[in-house]
């Protein structure tokens, strides 16, 4: 199969950050054609000015259609392109140059219908987002209950960094009506058709994530709200690990109860927690700001999901 990928990128009011994703793709050392489908989710803060500047460095094409969420707007990006494998890109990352190469070289090797690729921090962003960006991908936090990593068929990819092939997405039809996890969905849709998923460890790009502790907590909020819809729409799926940070909020309660009433041993296993992830964090990112920025971030994580997670399974059905 003769690869020709279309890059598909909703866009909702954040037209710098348009900006900064396509001059990466600009500096692609890509060899082959491939198209860049931009689609314009019912913004106010248009981005069409943006994307004109970039008319005669890349084949882009730009539409604008009623705001209907992320997932649905990629669906229609994909069914305006002309490739025959979707990259689909969330509007807040950078690529590297080498993304598309990368890419192609590791289906070329090993071919599947779907693939997710990881994200890191840039050495531009600022100490919050990386702190984000360390709490949503560390082992020692929640970054490992995507999928199994190594193994074909069993990963999840996110939709800031996924590939669908067109066969894929005309049999499954893409994205649901979900506002959250409906990259999981897809991805759960994706193996009930017989397709394979895999993740493209070397295919990474940059992601901002959200700029304030605020912005943070709403995000996993949604997270941990989708994750119970999620399981009783495919209950074959659920995992244990999907109650760990309900449970571990639930203990920090705890252990501040117990703490007024002069029971300091529960603690300690919680200051123990958060100062290897410090030390972590400091050996990953090689600065005592991050490094103590994502003791908050993690913490925010783990209410956000967490509450987001009880509320969903206990008083949203």
């Known amino acids: 199969m003769e690869l020709y990928f279309s890059i598909i990128i909703p866009v909702y009011n954040r037209p710098d950050e348009i900006d900064e994703l396509l001059e990466s793709i ?3 050392d890509y060899q082959d054609e491939f198209e860049v489908i931009i689609i314009e989710d019912g913004s106010d803060q248009s981005s069409v000015s943006i994307v004109e500047k970039y008319n005669t460095k890349l084949n882009i094409k730009y539409f604008y259609k009623e705001n209907t969420g992320a997932g649905l707007s990629r669906n229609y990006g994909m069914k305006k392109a002309s490739g025959n494998y979707f990259i689909i890109l969330d509007s807040d990352v950078i690529v590297p140059p080498k993304y598309l190469s990368i890419v192609k070289n590791e289906l070329t090797k090993n ?3 779907a693939f997710g690729g990881p994200d890191a921090a840039h050495h531009s962003f600022t100490a919050i987002q990386k702190a984000i960006n360390y709490s949503m991908t560390s082992t020692i936090t929640t970054g490992g209950i995507r999928g ?11 939709s800031f960094n996924f590939g ?3 066969k894929a997405f005309e049999k499954t039809k893409g994205f649901s009506k979900l506002k959250a996890g409906e990259d999981i969905d897809l991805s759960f849709r994706l193996l009930e058709s017989g397709f394979n998923t ?6 990474f790009v940059y992601h901002k994530r959200r700029t304030t502790i605020k912005q943070f907590f709403k995000q996993t909020f949604a997270f941990g709200t989708a994750r119970p819809k999620l399981n009783r729409k495919y209950p074959e ?5 999907y109650w760990f940070p309900s449970l571990f909020i639930i203990g920090i309660d705890i252990t501040i ?7 300091w041993m529960p603690i300690l296993f919680y200051a123990i927690y958060f100062v290897l992830l410090f030390f972590n964090s400091l050996f990953q990112n090689k600065s005592f700001k991050v490094a103590f920025l994502s003791i908050i971030t993690t913490l925010t994580q783990f209410y956000g999901y967490g509450l987001g997670f009880l509320q969903s399974k206990f008083i949203e059905k």
Not at 237 to 241: F, S, W
């Open 198 to 203: 895999q993740l493209l460890e070397k295919a």
């Open 237 to 241: 799926t659920a995992k244990i690990t």
């Open 111 to 113: 071919f599947t219908d």
């Open 257 to 263: 109860v117990l703490l007024l009433f002069g029971s």
């Open 164 to 166: 669908l092939s067109k």
């Open 148 to 158: 199994k990593k190594k193994s074909v068929g069993k990963f999840q990819p996110r």
């Open 26 to 28: 600009t500096k692609q």
